[in-house]
C-alpha cells in the first residue's frame, strides 16, 4: 500500500476568501442556533459543532453536487455547502413548511437526493454501511463521484463502522471517511473508550490509509482531503481521515458538559480555527479590515434573513402529515 503522499494544492485569493467565509456563516449559524434553542424558537434538539467548523470547510470544498455527503448531527454547515439554502435550513430547525422535510422529522434526519446529501440516521454508525452502499453504487454505475462519510470517534466503536470499512476496503469503494475526533461521546472521553491513540489507525486493518491530522487547520483538511478524494476517483479505493479537534458546548445545547475542565476548554479555543486562518490571510495580505468585515456582514446578514423568513413561515399542514409517503 502506498503511503498517503502529499498533495499539492494551489487555492487563489477567491477561494481563500470563499473558505472564509464558510467558516464565519456555519460558526454563525451554529452560535444564532444556540441562542435560538434557549428562546423556544428551535423544534429539534440541537447539537452544535462550533470548534469543529474547519473540517467542514475542509471537507466540503469543492465537492461536485453529484459527490455525496453522508453528514452527522453537528454538521449542518455540510447542508449549506452542498447547497442548501440558509432559509431552508433554518425553516428546517424551526420545523416550518418551508423546511427540508417540511416539519415532519426531528430537524437532523433530512436529506436532499437532488444536492446528495444523505439524511442522517439516529442510531451511530448506522449512517457508515449507507455510505459504503452509495460508494458501491458509483463503482458499479462506474462514475467516479465519491462518497463522503462522516463519523464521530464514538461511532468508530459500533459494529457498523467495522463492516463499513471492511466492504468499502474489499470492494475498494471510492469513499473518504471523515472522523471528527472531538475527544468526548457525549460525556464519555475517548480514552474510556478506546486503548488506541488514533482511530486513523483501524483503517490499516481494512486494507487502505488512515491518517490523523488537525482537524482545526482548514487548509490541512483541505489537503488530506484533496489527496483522497483523487485515490476515490481514480478508482484506487477509500481513505480515512481522522480530523482531531473539540466541542466548544456540550454535546447538544441542553448538555452543561460539567465532565469536562474550564483548562481543557481554553486549551482547545486557544486552536479555535477561524483566528488561526485569519492570520494567515492577513500575512497573505488577501484579508484586509474593510474585506473582514464585508465577510462578517455577509454571513450575519445571511443568518438575520434566514431567522426572519423562518420565524414567519407557515407550520405544516395537518393535512401534509400523510403526504409524500412511499410504500
Ligand atoms: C448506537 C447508538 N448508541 C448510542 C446513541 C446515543 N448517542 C447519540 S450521540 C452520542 C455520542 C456520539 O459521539 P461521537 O460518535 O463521538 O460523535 P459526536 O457527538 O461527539 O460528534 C450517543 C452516545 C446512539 N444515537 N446510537
Not at 453537528?74 to 422535510?101: C, E, H, I, W, Y
Not at 453504487?137 to 466503536?157: C, L, Q, R, W
Not at 473518504?176 to 482511530?199: G, H, R, W
Request: aromatic share 10%; net charge negative; hydrophobic share 40%.
Amino acid at each position: 500500500m502506498p503511503p498517503i503522499k502529499r498533495t499539492k494544492f494551489k487555492l487563489s485569493s477567491e477561494q481563500l476568501l470563499e473558505m472564509f467565509y464558510w467558516l464565519k456563516l456555519i460558526r454563525a449559524f451554529d452560535l444564532r442556533l444556540s441562542t435560538l434553542v434557549k428562546q423556544g424558537k428551535v423544534r429539534s434538539g440541537v447539537y452544535t459543532g462550533i470548534g469543529q467548523e474547519a473540517i467542514i470547510v475542509g471537507t466540503c470544498f469543492g465537492l461536485r453536487r453529484e459527490d455525496f455527503i453522508c453528514p452527522l448531527h453537528r454538521d449542518l454547515g455540510a447542508f449549506l455547502m452542498k447547497g442548501v439554502d440558509a432559509r431552508t435550513m433554518m425553516s428546517q430547525m424551526f420545523a416550518k413548511a418551508t423546511g427540508l422535510s417540511k416539519g415532519r422529522d426531528s430537524a437532523l434526519h433530512s436529506g436532499v437526493n437532488e444536492l446528495g446529501i444523505f439524511g442522517n440516521t439516529s442510531m451511530l454508525g448506522a449512517n457508515l454501511p449507507v455510505a459504503a452502499g452509495i460508494g458501491f453504487t458509483f463503482k458499479m454505475e462506474k462514475s467516479d463521484n465519491v462518497v463522503i462519510a462522516y463519523f464521530g470517534e464514538g461511532a468508530s466503536n459500533v459494529g457498523d463502522f467495522h463492516e463499513a470499512l471492511n466492504f468499502a476496503g474489499v470492494q475498494q469503494l471510492p469513499i473518504v471517511f471523515i472522523c471528527e475526533n472531538n475527544q468526548y461521546a457525549y460525556s464519555v472521553p475517548l480514552e474510556k473508550t478506546m486503548a488506541i491513540d488514533d482511530v486513523a489507525i483501524r483503517a490499516e486493518g481494512y486494507g487502505f490509509e488512515g491518517v490523523a491530522i488537525n482537524g482545526n487547520d482548514v487548509l490541512a483538511v483541505y489537503q488530506a482531503m484533496q489527496g483522497a478524494l483523487a485515490r476515490a476517483r481514480g478508482g484506487d479505493g477509500p481513505t480515512l481521515i481522522e480530523c482531531k479537534t473539540y466541542r466548544w458546548h456540550g454535546h447538544s445545547e441542553h448538555d452543561k458538559a460539567f465532565y469536562r475542565t474550564d483548562e481543557e476548554l481554553a486549551m482547545w479555543k486557544s486552536r479555535d480555527p477561524i483566528p488561526t486562518f485569519t492570520t494567515y490571510l492577513r500575512a497573505r495580505h488577501v484579508l484586509d479590515d474593510a474585506k473582514l468585515k464585508e465577510i462578517e456582514d455577509q454571513a450575519a446578514h445571511t443568518i438575520d434573513d434566514a431567522v426572519e423568513f423562518a420565524s414567519n413561515a407557515p407550520d405544516p399542514a395537518a393535512a401534509d402529515a400523510v403526504t409524500d409517503l412511499y410504500a
